[in-house]
C-alpha cells in the first residue's frame, strides 16, 4: 500500500513537470546586440550597461566604432574652421552642438577603452586608441577659442547630463562618506560592548582593537563605495603591496617596536595607570600606542620610550597586586633595648589603620652592624596606601623613640693606637 502511495506521489509530480516544462534560454544572435552600440546617439549610461557583457575581441570592436564616430565628428569640427577662415558664416549654435558632441563621444570612447583594458586588452592593442584619444583632446582645444569653450562649459554645468549629474554624484558621495562615519562609530561602539564582556583584556589593548575596528570599517567601505561608483579600486592593492614593501625595510625599527607593542597588550605586562619601573623609568603609564609608551615620572615628566626597549628590558609592575608590603628599617644603639625598640614599633603598627592584620606584620632585629642594631618593621598595606604608611611610620618612630630614650646612632668607629714603648713591653 505505502508503495502504491509513493508512485501515486511521483506520478503526480511527473504529470506537473510535463505542464510545466523548463524554460529554454533565449537565444540572440551577437551581431544584433553590437547592433545596439552602433547608434551614435546612445547615451554614456546605456553605454556602460551594454558594454558589461562583451568579451575581449567584442570591445576591440566597439571602441574601433567609437573612434570612427569621434573622427568624424573631428573632420566637420575641421571644416567648420576652414570654412570661418575662407570667410565662410558659421552660426555659434553650430560650432557650439559641434563642440558638445565631440566632447560627449570623448567621454563614451574613454568608457569603451577603460572596459576594455579592465578585460584584458592587448596593449599593443590599446595603445593607438589611447594616443588617438589624446591628440583628439587637444585637437578640440585647438579648434575652438577661448570665448567658445566658456559657453560650451556654461551649457554643460547646466545639462543634465553634465554639471548636474556631477553635482548629484558629489551629493551622493557626500551622504555615503558621511553614512560611511556613522557605520564605522556604529561598528566601533559594538565592539566596544563586545570588548567590555571580556575582563581578560587589557584596557591598551582594547582601545588598540577598537581603533583598528573603526579603520578596518572606514577603509573597506571606501574601498565598497569607490567601487559602486564605477572607479576601478585593484591598482589601489598593488600601490598597498608596493609600499608595504618599501616600508619594511624602511621602518625596520617601527616594525620591531610594532611586534613588541603587540606583544605586550596581548600578554599585558603592565596597564595605563599602572606605576612601573623599566627602562630605568619609574612612573605611572600614561599611555600606550603600539610603537611606544608614554611614562609620567613621580615629578610629572612625561618620558617616552619605545616599546622595543621596554619589551626587551626588565619590567616591574608596582600596582600588580592589591597589596604591598612595606619595609622600614630603623637603627638603634648598642647601649638600647631592642625588646623596648620592636615594642615601640610594634604599638605604631597596631594604632595605624592603613596597616592590615593579615598578612600579619614582621618586626625583628635583623642584623647587628658596625654602629647600630638594626631592626627591620615590614607590615602589609593596600596598594594606594604604600607612601602613605612608609613616610608615617618614619617620622613616627622617630618621635617615638626621642620620647622613649631610644637613640638612633650616627656611624662611628673605634680606633685604638698603641705606642712604639708598649709594643716592645
Given at each position: 500500500m505505502a508503495c502504491l502511495f509513493y508512485y501515486l506521489i511521483a506520478g503526480l509530480l511527473?504529470?506537473?513537470?510535463?505542464?510545466?516544462?523548463?524554460?529554454?534560454?533565449?537565444?540572440?544572435?551577437?551581431d544584433s546586440y553590437l547592433t545596439q552600440l552602433r547608434n551614435p546617439y546612445l547615451t554614456r549610461e546605456d553605454l556602460q550597461v551594454l558594454v558589461k557583457p562583451l568579451s575581449e575581441a567584442e570591445l576591440g570592436q566597439v571602441a574601433e566604432i567609437w573612434r570612427g564616430y569621434l573622427q568624424s565628428n573631428l573632420e566637420q569640427m575641421a571644416q567648420t574652421g576652414?570654412?570661418?577662415?575662407?570667410?565662410?558664416?558659421?552660426?555659434?549654435?553650430?560650432?557650439?552642438?559641434?563642440?558638445?558632441?565631440?566632447?560627449?563621444?570623448?567621454?563614451?570612447?574613454?568608457?569603451?577603452?577603460?572596459?576594455?583594458?579592465e578585460k584584458g586588452a592587448d596593449a599593443a592593442a590599446l595603445r593607438p586608441h589611447e594616443l588617438y584619444l589624446k591628440s583628439a583632446l587637444k585637437s578640440t582645444l585647438r579648434s575652438f577659442n577661448p570665448l567658445e569653450l566658456i559657453r560650451s562649459l556654461e551649457r554643460w554645468l547646466f545639462?543634465?547630463?553634465?554639471?548636474?549629474?556631477?553635482?548629484?554624484?558629489?551629493?551622493?558621495?557626500?551622504?555615503?562618506?558621511?553614512?560611511?562615519?556613522?557605520w564605522a562609530g556604529f561598528s566601533t561602539r559594538l565592539a566596544e560592548r563586545a570588548l567590555a564582556k571580556i575582563s581578560t583584556v587589557s584596557r591598551i589593548l582594547k582601545k588598540f582593537l577598537l581603533k583598528m575596528v573603526y579603520w578596518v570599517t572606514f577603509v573597506l567601505g571606501g574601498l565598497i563605495l569607490l567601487s559602486f561608483l564605477g572607479v576601478n579600486i585593484t591598482p589601489f592593492f598593488a600601490i598597498f603591496g608596493g609600499v608595504s614593501f618599501i616600508l619594511g625595510f624602511a621602518l625596520q625599527q617601527t616594525i620591531g617596536n610594532l611586534a613588541s607593542g603587540l606583544m605586550m597588550m596581548i600578554l599585558k605586562p603592565f596597564d595605563t595607570g599602572d606605576t612601573v619601573r623599566v627602562a630605568g623609568v619609574s612612573g605611572q603609564v600614561d599611555e600606550m600606542s603600539v610603537v611606544s609608551a608614554q611614562i609620567r615620572t613621580f615629578d610629572n615628566q612625561i618620558v617616552t620610550i619605545p616599546n622595543s626597549i621596554i619589551w626587551g628590558d626588565v619590567i616591574t609592575n608596582v600596582s600588580a597586586s592589591e597589596t604591598r608590603r612595606v619595609d622600614l628599617l630603623f637603627s638603634i644603639s648598642y647601649s638600647d633595648s631592642a625588646a623596648q625598640a620592636i615594642q615601640v614599633l610594634e604599638d605604631l603598627v597596631s594604632k595605624n589603620e592603613k596597616c592590615l592584620q593579615v598578612p600579619a606584620p614582621q618586626i625583628f632585629v635583623g642584623e647587628l652592624g658596625e654602629s647600630s642594631v638594626n631592626i627591620y618593621c615590614r607590615p602589609w598595606v593596600k596598594r594606594e596606601d604604600y607612601w602613605e604608611v612608609f613616610w608615617g611610620l618614619t617620622g613616627a618612630a622617630k618621635e617615638c623613640f626621642d620620647a622613649e630614650g631610644i637613640s638612633i646612632p650616627f656611624p662611628q668607629r673605634d680606633i685604638h693606637i698603641k705606642s712604639e714603648q708598649a709594643k716592645r713591653s
Open positions: 511527473l504529470s506537473l513537470a510535463a505542464l510545466n516544462p523548463t524554460p529554454t534560454l533565449a537565444q540572440g544572435s551577437p576652414l570654412a570661418s577662415n575662407q570667410g565662410a558664416n558659421s552660426t555659434q549654435e553650430q560650432r557650439g552642438a559641434l563642440l558638445d558632441a565631440q566632447r560627449s563621444l570623448e567621454l563614451k570612447y574613454r568608457d569603451a577603452l577603460a572596459e576594455w583594458r545639462s543634465p547630463d553634465g554639471g548636474i549629474q556631477v553635482l548629484y554624484s558629489l551629493i551622493g558621495f557626500c551622504v555615503a562618506a558621511w553614512a560611511l562615519f556613522l
